[in-house]
């Protein structure tokens, strides 16, 4: 436990503490009374605050899920054009990787260890990730992707990987080799287009997608709608 005493108000404590240390070292391996103590509240503040640890491990990731929208939100709004947008994200990755307590994807590592099947923890992970498939086709989209659904599926598919890679491997070179990569494919798909008499990408103002609302546990997401011959993930 931190020497350090916990600041801000119960709930804060507690996310913060669930924060470092679920991701550090698990969600499972990680049991109610270590939160409790390393945030320096009492129990019943834990369960009159968020009833449950599935609860807090819910809030815990959509907390993840909307500090990852901001930092890529601030990222791709340095840049004019979707193509510069698209390859952002990837360069931001590379920052993250490199951080001493970088342990891989909050949501793809706690989907590792949830059980099968639908529950907190897979509706937290699946709105995050949707997010992020949804803001690559979008900006595919944008720059003049002849099929932006299937180039947005295959840009996720190359940060997933350079994700796992870097966590996993230590290669902390994954998010720069995924980024060109993800070079060539832009590459192909534009010229493709480009070929076929597409409109060419252009600056565009578009914004990430919108935050999702929360799911409620128990609830079931409406089937995406089809937006093209191939389907995102």
């Known amino acids: 436990m931190s020497t350090a005493k916990p600041a801000g108000s119960a709930r804060d404590r507690l996310l913060a503490a669930a924060?470092?240390?679920?991701?550090?070292?698990?969600?499972?391996?990680?049991g109610i009374d270590r939160v409790i103590e390393h945030a320096g509240v009492a129990k019943a503040s834990l369960y009159s605050t968020f009833g449950s640890?599935?609860?807090?491990?819910?809030?815990?990731?959509?907390?993840?899920a909307e500090a990852r929208r901001r930092r890529v939100s601030d990222r791709v709004a340095r840049h004019a054009h979707p193509r510069d947008r698209i390859l952002s994200i990837f360069d931001l990755l590379a920052e993250q990787v490199t951080a001493p307590t970088y342990r891989g994807c909050a949501f793809i590592n706690a989907s590792a260890e949830g059980p099968p099947g639908e529950s907190t923890v897979t509706r937290a992970c699946s709105d995050s990730r949707a997010w992020l498939r949804d803001l690559f086709?979008?900006?595919?989209?944008?720059?003049?992707?002849?099929?932006?659904?299937?180039?947005?599926?295959?840009?996720?598919?190359?940060?997933?990987?350079?994700?796992?890679?870097?966590?996993?491997?230590?290669?902390?070179?994954?998010?720069?080799?995924?980024?060109?990569?993800?070079?060539e494919l832009l590459d192909r798909a534009l010229d493709g287009a480009a070929a076929a008499g597409a409109p060419a990408g252009r600056p565009s103002a578009t914004t990430?997608?919108?935050?999702?609302?929360?799911?409620?546990?128990?609830?079931?997401?409406?089937p995406p709608r089809?937006?093209?011959?191939?389907?995102?993930r």
Do not use: C, Q, W
């Not at 089809?226 to 995102?232: E, F, K, N, V, Y």
């Open 19 to 30: 924060n470092e240390l679920f991701y550090k070292e698990g969600i499972h391996t990680v």
């Open 53 to 64: 640890k599935d609860e807090l491990v819910r809030a815990y990731l959509e907390g993840r």
């Open 137 to 183: 086709t979008e900006m595919a989209r944008d720059a003049g992707a002849a099929d932006p659904v299937e180039l947005g599926r295959r840009l996720v598919l190359l940060y997933d990987g350079a994700t796992v890679s870097a966590a996993m491997d230590h290669d902390l070179g994954a998010p720069a080799h995924a980024r060109a990569l993800a070079t």
């Open 208 to 222: 990430p997608p919108a935050e999702r609302p929360p799911r409620e546990p128990g609830s079931r997401s409406a």
């Open 226 to 232: 089809r937006t093209s011959r191939a389907h995102g």
